[in-house]
């Protein structure tokens, strides 16, 4: 605590969003809330918002008049941490003789552990409805809460388990109904004409046959199809082909820049940095609505001391979409806020007015015109909505403290995003897998991995890479190694590090997986991006887990992660050491 503010250190994968609750933990107003949050660490759903903890510190901080460090170690993490929501269910489906399917019944139990956990199940038949665009569909979901430890969203809640479960029997149809696997997909792959959910929401664009198809040519799925059920050793290969949603869009968030008298473009960020950078991809949009070169643009993040807006949570895959929005919103203000000052200064209307080269200029004789720096410091002496001395009423109180900070340093560019979000927005995503089983030992080895992603216009390619990558290194862990295991007495877990708990290493993925996207704008954003951060990770588990059934001659374990005791027990003809409805347990 320092002059009455309370000083909040923390890791969280949002920013300005998680301000008014921590500001309530902390028994302080808004204005007397710092909080410095540069870099998140993992998040993946789990510290979406800022835990309670954040909140104990502080309190404890202000009893004894000293800094206070709270810390959770890995140990205790597996215990009060929030792990994903364990689905336990059964689904019919029916197709016509091309393949199209014309009608799911799915039904699920969710264990939410201690807390009721996430909205995992609703979620899962939402994916199933959107994947597959079924003809009738009905869904029934029944959460419990167990004696185990808290649940929570975690990476693609619902729908990424669902993916892995339901893909393989996609490919059981195929060979029923004497189709290739990618056909089937193709023939019921969402378009722009897509619904979605019970209420049959439409979605603002979808191109999944466009995805599997780019998808197909990387991999180059029809020669790899033919090696299926090739033997070398003791080894079989096999290929597969996933896919996975989440819907990504919100709406209703502020965008904040200000042009300066030295010529910058000040860009400021509220989202958080879970090391995609998307904080700053997000921004460029206002970079370009301004022609600004990139080398005259300052990003400013990681604490609501450098004058942050009201921004969506850095979850369920949004960003991209959200924010935006909200930075061309900011952008068009400031626009307008150009012409105006000009057509102020050198007369006519502000629509005889054009902008390039770090100027605002007349149409008729460009030489007419005012610099960037020039008309900041315009906008400092006409002050009101100029220099943001009068924020717009719309625009949230966290805005509105940003812009007090501000006020005056410029031409200050804010706005709501009110723009045109008519129904779902999908996040989309394929990948292609092709693995060997080692009937002998019940070893997966992956050989080859393409993703694909169906996120509308591609922001930052090498950060969409390795949001791809990423994302596929969890599904493999989805696929082959992570699993929760608790005590079926007291309900402790029995995985309480990384020693029970193995994710992906660089053993585990193979030397080079490609990526792609199908790069095609989505019309309700005026960028034209859509999200994609999670059914990237859903897309892999599902190749994976239909890889190794293709590789076992169609045979399905409807578990898991697919660990070699299993495989060796189908092999040898044995029962498998769990029960259909056991759960939790090795």
């Known amino acids: 605590w320092e002059n009455g503010k309370c000083i909040v250190h923390s890791g969280c994968q949002s920013l300005t969003a998680a301000l008014p609750s921590l500001a309530r933990q902390c028994g302080v107003e808004l204005a007397d809330l710092v909080y410095i949050n540069e870099y998140c660490g993992g998040g993946f759903g789990s510290k979406g918002t800022v835990s309670q903890t954040a909140g104990i510190a502080a309190r404890l901080s202000r009893k004894i008049n000293r800094p206070v460090m709270l810390r959770v170690s890995r140990h205790e993490e597996f215990y009060i941490g929030s792990a994903r929501g364990t689905l336990q269910g059964r689904v019919r489906m029916g197709f016509r003789a091309d393949g199209k399917v014309t009608a799911i019944d799915f039904s699920v139990v969710q264990d939410g552990g201690a807390n009721g956990g996430f909205q995992d199940a609703g979620d899962a038949a939402a994916a199933l409805s959107i994947i597959y665009q079924p003809t009738a569909m009905r869904y029934r979901g029944i959460p419990v809460v167990t004696n185990t430890t808290p649940r929570g969203p975690q990476r693609g809640p619902g729908q990424n388990q669902i993916a892995s479960a339901v893909e393989p029997l996609i490919d059981s149809a195929a060979r ?27 979605v603002t664009s979808a191109y999944m046959s466009n995805a599997l198809d780019r998808g197909a040519e990387l991999f180059d799925w029809e020669q790899k199809r033919q090696r299926s059920g090739d033997r070398n050793g003791s080894k079989v290969y096999g290929v597969g082909v996933g896919q996975a949603y989440h819907d990504c869009g919100r709406t209703g968030y502020d965008g904040l820049l200000v042009l300066t008298p030295d010529g910058k473009l000040h860009l400021h960020s509220g989202v958080g940095n879970l090391g995609t950078y998307s904080y700053v991809s997000t921004t460029r949009p206002a970079a370009e609505i301004l022609k600004c070169d990139w080398g005259s643009c300052v990003v ?38 150009l012409k105006e000052i000009a057509a102020m200064d050198l007369g006519g209307a502000p629509e005889d007015y054009d902008i390039g080269d770090h100027k605002v200029f007349s149409k008729e004789n460009p030489e007419q015109s005012l610099t960037y720096a020039e008309a900041a410091q315009r906008a400092i002496e006409l002050g009101g909505k100029f220099s943001g001395e009068e924020p717009p009423e719309e625009i949230h109180e966290i805005t509105k403290l940003a812009v007090a900070g501000i006020a005056g340093t410029g031409l200050v560019g804010v706005a ?54 990423g994302a596929t290194v969890w599904g493999i862990g989805m696929a082959l190694y992570e699993r929760q295991i608790y005590d079926p007495q007291n309900g402790l877990p029995g995985n309480i590090g990384f020693e029970q708990c193995k994710p992906a290493t660089y053993l585990d993925v193979p030397s080079t997986m490609q990526w792609s996207a199908v790069d095609i704008a989505d019309p309700q954003n005026p960028v034209g991006s859509r999200g ?7 897309a892999a588990a599902a190749a994976i887990v239909c890889a190794i059934s293709d590789a076992l001659d169609g045979h399905v374990f409807k578990r898991t992660p697919i660990v070699p005791d299993m495989i060796i027990n189908h092999i040898a003809g044995r029962e498998q050491s769990n029960q259909p409805l056991q759960i939790h347990t090795a």
């Not at 994609?532 to 859903?538: A, C, H, L």
Request: proline share 6%; charged share 20%; glycine share 12%.
């Open 176 to 202: 029923k109904l004497g189709l290739d696997p990618l056909e089937i997909r193709k023939i019921n792959a969402v378009d722009n004409d897509g619904k979605v959910g019970g209420n049959q929401i439409p």
């Open 300 to 337: 400013h993040q990681g604490t609501n001391t450098r004058h942050l807006p009201s921004a969506s949570t850095q979850t369920g895959s949004n960003t991209s979409w959200t924010m935006t929005r909200t930075n061309y919103v900011a952008a068009m203000d400031a626009l307008g806020k």
């Open 416 to 469: 709501k995003d009110t723009l045109r979000m008519d129904g779902d927005v999908p996040a989309l995503a394929c990948g292609f897998a092709g693995v060997e089983v080692d009937l002998e030992t019940g070893e997966v080895e992956l050989l080859d991995y393409v993703a694909v992603a169906d996120c509308g216009t591609v922001l930052h390619p090498q950060g969409l890479g390795q949001q791809l990558k």
């Open 532 to 538: 994609i951060g999670e059914p990237p990770m859903g």
